[in-house]
Structure formats: structure tokens, C-alpha cells
């Protein structure tokens, strides 16, 4: 969805190295997420944001941080990378007024920790 | 936040109608059903929600019986470009819905 961009699309960087993931929306909603996706597997919820103050832990939050610095932007940081966070990592957002509350994904960083 | 049970994978043909049963047997009272498809390399895309009986839209229906320990998503005459992952999801809308995807049913349809 052009609405929701993530940059970088690709990342190669090596242990130890810190990487931040961004990720930016137009649609104006107030909650954001971060999943990663390992290849054959389902999602996991990193962290999630309802709004610019709140940050919220999910599933599998060790070894990331998070940023929400404006409505429309939040970052993910790996202040470590090690090779077990080779993924691909997704931002979403969703709309807390809307009635089914369905998340947006963005396209998608492919990350590569050597 | 209840555990889905969905297939592995299935196989259909163009043209057929595709049926992808998921078992949620701890759903709560206020959790709602949620699909999404993933094609490779994209991030999921929003299906079909519903919480009791029968939803439908352009793209799927969703059924739910009375006990809502299941769902079944129908896909009616399905494409080739209906080649993808689909994920079904159980939880709250209130509060935020803090999704919990599992593995998903890959679908194949074959020409």
C-alpha cells in the first residue's frame, strides 16, 4: 500500500552493526506496528504504538527499539544487529475509529544481518 | 489472544470455489475473525472481519457458526492471481487489535 513506505526496501549490514527501519504514513491513523516475518512462518508482532506516547511491547520485543516521532512516523531499531534478525520486517497502521480496525502493511524491509 | 488451527497448505483450480476452514476453540466473547491474504514478498492484506453468521464482500465471504470455534473463508471462483498465503485471526477490537498471526493455509491454484 503506497500509504504506508518503509525505507530502507533493503538492508545488508553486519553483526554487531545498529540499524534503524523506518517507516512513514499518509493515511492519518493514530496506531502503528512493527512485525518481522521469518521465511514460511506467519508474523510476529515486534511493538505497536496507539498513539505519539505510547509505545507498547508485543510477542518478540528483545533486541529492538522503537521511536514514534511524529503521528506519521515510526522507526524500529536493532542497537545490535546479529544474524538471527535476518527477516523481513513490516510497519502497519490502523485506524482507532474505524469499526474493524484493519491494519495497512507497507511493502516490506528485507534485512540481512551477516 | 485465542490460537488459530488453519491447513498447511491446498490446492484448487481456476474457476473452483476455495473453502479454508480455521479452528479458534478458545475464542472469547468479544474477539472478532479477521482474514488476510499475503502474496510473496508484500505485506498482508486486509480480507474479510466478522464476528457471528455470515459476511460478505466483493472479494470473500466469511462464515461463523453459532459456537464461533470455527470460521470458514470462501473464496468464490478462485484465479491464478489468488495464489497466496492466507492467515486467519482471532482478537479484540477494543483496545486495539493486537494481532497474532500464525503460519497461514498457502493456497496453490493451478490453470
Redesign the interface.
Known amino acids: 500500500?503506497a500509504d504506508?513506505t518503509q525505507t530502507p526496501r533493503n538492508r545488508i549490514t553486519k553483526t554487531g552493526k545498529r540499524i534503524m527501519l523506518e517507516c512513514s504514513q499518509t493515511k492519518g491513523h493514530d496506531?502503528m506496528?512493527w512485525?518481522r516475518q521469518d521465511p514460511?512462518?506467519?508474523?510476529?508482532?515486534i511493538y505497536?504504538s496507539?498513539d505519539v506516547k505510547d509505545i507498547n511491547k508485543?510477542?518478540i520485543s528483545d533486541g529492538y527499539s522503537v521511536s514514534r516521532q511524529a503521528q506519521a512516523k515510526f522507526s524500529l531499531s536493532l542497537e545490535s544487529a546479529i544474524p538471527n534478525q535476518t527477516a523481513?520486517y513490516?510497519c502497519?497502521t490502523?485506524d482507532?475509529d474505524s469499526?474493524?480496525?484493519?491494519?495497512?502493511?507497507?511493502?516490506?524491509t528485507?534485512l540481512t544481518v551477516l | 489472544l485465542a490460537k488459530t488451527t488453519q491447513p498447511i497448505s491446498m490446492d484448487s483450480y481456476e474457476g473452483q470455489e476455495v473453502n479454508i476452514t480455521c479452528s479458534h476453540n478458545n475464542i472469547a466473547t468479544n474477539d472478532y475473525i479477521?482474514w488476510y491474504q499475503q502474496f510473496p514478498?508484500?505485506?498482508?492484506?486486509?480480507i474479510i472481519?466478522g464476528y457471528k453468521t455470515k459476511v460478505t464482500n466483493e472479494v470473500a465471504s466469511l462464515f461463523i457458526p453459532a459456537d464461533r470455534k470455527s470460521s470458514t473463508l470462501s473464496l468464490p471462483r478462485v484465479s491464478l492471481s489468488d495464489t497466496a498465503v492466507y492467515?486467519c485471526l482471532v482478537g479484540a477490537?477494543t483496545g486495539?487489535?493486537?494481532?497474532?498471526?500464525?503460519?497461514?493455509t498457502r493456497l496453490f491454484v493451478k490453470a
Do not use: C, M, W
Not at chain 1, 469499526?99 to 516490506?108: K, T
Open positions: 500500500d504506508v496506531r506496528y512485525y514460511g512462518l506467519g508474523l510476529r508482532l505497536y496507539f508485543g510477542e523481513l513490516f502497519a490502523s482507532q469499526s474493524y480496525n484493519e491494519q495497512f502493511f507497507g511493502p516490506g528485507r | 479477521t514478498s508484500q505485506g498482508p492484506r486486509f472481519q492467515y477490537q486495539g487489535f493486537k494481532t497474532i498471526f500464525g503460519a497461514g
